[in-house]
């Protein structure tokens, strides 16, 4: 469904407003409901997206800055509109008052990420009154959301123009309604099933590129924002991701992560037999020495899928497991649709495939009314398991999903002292796991320089460990061997081991 408002806003900031405009007919919000319903209508993927011919110029002598909030498929997407922008005539940059153009790709996942958009959007206002002539546009998933689009059009004024997730390939001609109207444009679908295959990209780096596998998510787990603001999940054809990464390969990219908000269900959607499994054993076979894959779910990775990432080679050996919960009633109340156990028997199949694997994942506490026994046992599967580091969060209610409106009982204080507890284990046990790592020899793809030291490079392990080591800068981008000294929480200082310097393939 297309909601789409023109509402009369001056972008000067002087004139007053009638805000009751904007609730006329004609005017429809994105709708939470909408998202929420799940049509049988086909996926369409689309080859044919164009720059129109009107818009061809738009950009030129101008500057954009993308603000980037959230996951890495937000960044992705903004990759993606990079390159949209830059097809526009836009070039880069980083200082906000050299901008033309500055879009704030949001999220929506929890509340204290909103409010870092609202403040930003507020510390705006002013270098928008000195500029009036600049576009502020607010894309991403909190403009999916009605009460955000809402709040915009009543206290910010300042912001030219709203589009959602499903809408990034119309930024041409978004932007050009935005710069040639004196009203803030607003365009969000709330219900989308299409692919668009040929988005041009400025990518970040040449080391690392991310790959869209399937979008949108079909799991309603009660407290999440995700399966409104993303729509439903729609799997890209296979050939047209294995054409991506072969170019990235041919580009002398070094890794790839496949992504998805739930890439355990990709495949779902086509009418033949088709998984991530089968997908991972393809892209296995394409001469990059490292491909990874994010965001699992724990119910829907099968046995074929542990069966190929167990052949190794380039698939490496970490996986990103969300739990969210180490208890079961809780894991029911959150829509999770597996159990303590279950989740334990797919660790066991994990380990058993691939003895050295490192095993991260995410967390909520203080889910409504949870108890300290309940609690209890997120901390004891912590252990059980043994992960190598984690997320950690405080359930943040989400309007519009099941669990906002569960009555919670628990006050905040306690949630804030269970987060702390549990960070004190996720804390102990990535020192632990690091250790066993000291006088060992790990393959490291060096990614730059260190953010706090210029003389020390800086790079990854298979298993996604941070390692810094001294070595020339010509190394960046290579795969090399680094014998590791020291272990800390969260990184792994080496030496690097100029013998055993890993050719690329
Ligand atoms: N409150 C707190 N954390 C949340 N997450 C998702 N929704 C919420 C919420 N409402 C966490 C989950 C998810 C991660 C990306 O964010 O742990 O895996
Ligand atoms: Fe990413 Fe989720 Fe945030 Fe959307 S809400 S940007 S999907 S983390």
């Known amino acids: 469904m297309t909601n789409k408002v023109s509402a009369n806003n001056s972008s000067d900031l002087k004139s007053e ?3 009751a405009k904007y609730f006329e007919t004609t005017y429809q919000p994105p709708s939470l409901r909408d998202a929420r319903r799940r049509g049988k209508e086909e996926v369409n993927v689309h080859y044919d997206f164009e720059i129109p011919e009107d818009v061809k110029n738009i950009g030129a002598d101008r500057k954009y800055l993308i603000r980037t909030y959230g996951c890495q498929m937000n960044e992705h997407d903004t990759e993606v509109m990079a390159g949209i922008l830059e097809n526009l005539g836009y070039e880069a940059t980083t200082v906000d008052e050299e901008a033309d153009v500055i879009l704030l790709n949001t999220c929506a996942i929890r509340e204290n990420a909103e409010n870092k958009v609202f403040g930003e959007i507020g510390h705006l206002k002013a270098l928008k009154r000195e500029k009036p002539e600049l576009i502020l546009g607010v894309c991403g998933c909190m403009s999916q959301e009605e009460s955000v689009v809402n709040r915009i059009l009543q206290k910010h004024p300042q912001v030219d123009l709203i589009f959602g997730t499903h809408n990034i390939h119309r930024l041409p001609t978004l932007l050009k309604e935005a710069l040639f109207s ?5 365009e969000v679908w709330s219900k989308e099933g299409d692919i668009i295959e040929n988005l041009p990209r400025v990518r970040k780096g040449n080391i690392s590129g991310w790959v869209n596998i399937m979008y949108g998510c079909d799991k309603f787990c009660t407290y999440c924002i995700v399966p409104y603001t993303r729509g439903k999940e729609r799997s890209r054809l296979p050939e047209d991701i294995i054409e991506e990464v072969r170019q990235l390969a041919r580009h002398g990219y070094q890794e790839v992560t496949l992504l998805g908000q739930n890439v355990n269900a990709y495949g779902k959607d086509f009418d033949f037999e088709y998984g991530l499994g089968h997908l991972m054993d393809e892209i296995r076979k394409i ?11 724990p119910r829907d990775f099968d046995d074929h899928l542990i069966e190929v990432l167990a052949k190794g080679g380039n698939l490496v050996e970490h996986i990103h497991l969300p739990v969210q919960h180490g208890n079961s009633d809780i894991l029911k109340l959150m829509g999770r649709a597996y159990t303590r156990e279950q989740y334990l028997e797919l660790v066991r199949k994990i380990k058993a495939a691939i003895p050295n694997v490192v095993l991260t994942t995410d967390i909520i506490v203080g889910f409504p009314n949870e108890t300290e026994e309940q609690f209890e046992e997120t ?9 190598d580091s984690a997320y950690t969060f405080i359930y ?11 009555k919670d009982d628990v006050p905040m204080s306690v949630k804030k002292e269970r987060l702390q507890r549990l960070n004190a284990v996720v804390n102990e046990t990535a020192l632990e796991k690091n250790r066993n790592y000291v006088g060992e020899v790990v393959e490291v793809l060096v990614q730059g320089e260190s953010k706090k030291n210029k003389d020390v490079l800086t ?10 080591f001294q070595g020339p800068k010509s190394l960046i981008g290579q795969l090399v061997n680094v014998r590791i000294t020291t272990a800390k929480t969260w990184t792994l200082d080496g030496e690097l081991e100029e013998m055993y310097e890993v050719k690329s393939s």
Do not use: C, Q, W
């Open 17 to 19: 407003k009638d805000y």
């Open 182 to 186: 004196k009203e803030m444009v607003v």
């Open 287 to 297: 001469g990059i020495p490292r491909i990874r894959f994010t965001t699992s779910h």
């Open 379 to 387: 901390l004891s599967l912590y252990r059980e398991v043994g992960y």
């Open 396 to 406: 943040s209610p989400r309007e519009g999903t099941p669990a906002a409106r569960m």
């Open 459 to 468: 790079g990854y392990t298979r298993g996604n460990k941070v390692v810094h």
